[in-house]
């Protein structure tokens, strides 16, 4: 089955600094891939997706990009804030779902000011 | 423009017990999955239902089951509770082709004792 690489933190960060969280998948085919972000006590939040190779995602000023070749999705942004503390999860989706989202382990962000 | 709701929020139950969530999605969407969430296996796939009928299945055992009903709403069950069914149940919604992304409820937090 598919699977996801993701490090999983914590991962600590001053208020302004950039932000990469590497995340690298095996999948059949070419699945679409999606960021969620999770906040404490809070379920999953959609962050940002790409369904086709080279597709670039972004949201909240958060930005991923579909690298077929590489079979990675990574997660960036310019210059963080506290309120981005979070766990974020990188997820591929089969085509059809068929299995479901595979999420990787998460990747604890913490942003201190 | 309400969310996903998931009730209820928490819950303690007894080794042997079973249990029922609920799971409403959001108005019109028509897919509905569930993952099951612990610190040690994190995010992973239970089933989903599309239009009353199960769709796609993850990998557990048959004490794990749910359904829909003709307004989306589901609910899962868990049969014969063992201490390792302990976690965070959340639901997605969809409005039914995968590649949209899914909209999570909160999460309800299963202890059992």
């Known amino acids: 089955g598919d699977s996801v690489t993701q490090m999983e933190g914590p991962v600590t960060l001053s208020e302004e600094a950039f932000l990469t969280i590497n995340c690298t998948y095996t999948?059949?085919?070419?699945?679409?891939l999606f960021w969620y972000v999770q906040y404490p006590g809070e379920g999953l939040q959609l962050l940002l997706k790409a369904t086709k190779a080279d597709d670039k995602g972004s949201n909240k000023g958060f930005e991923a990009t579909y690298r077929k070749e590489t079979t990675s999705f990574h997660l960036e942004k310019g210059s963080v804030q506290v309120s981005d503390s979070a766990v974020y999860f990188c997820a591929p989706l089969q085509r059809g779902g068929a299995d479901g989202l595979t999420f990787g382990k998460g990747t604890h962000l913490i942003i201190q000011p | 423009k309400a969310g996903v709701t998931q009730t209820p929020r928490y819950l303690i139950k007894t080794r042997g017990q079973q249990v029922t969530l609920s799971c409403s999605p959001i108005s019109g969407h028509r897919s509905v999955s569930w993952y099951q969430q612990t610190p040690g296996q994190g995010l992973q796939f239970l089933f989903e239902y599309f239009s009353e009928t199960q769709r796609n299945k993850g990998n557990f055992p048959g004490r794990f089951s749910g359904r829909q009903f003709s307004n989306s709403r589901s609910e899962m069950n868990v049969s014969t509770l063992e201490l390792g069914d302990s976690a965070l149940y959340l639901c997605?919604?969809?409005?039914?082709?995968?590649?949209?992304?899914?909209?999570f409820g909160s999460g309800t937090r299963l202890t059992v004792v």
């Open positions: 999948a059949t085919g070419y699945p679409s």
């Open positions: 997605a919604s969809s409005w039914g082709q995968a590649d949209y992304g899914y909209t």
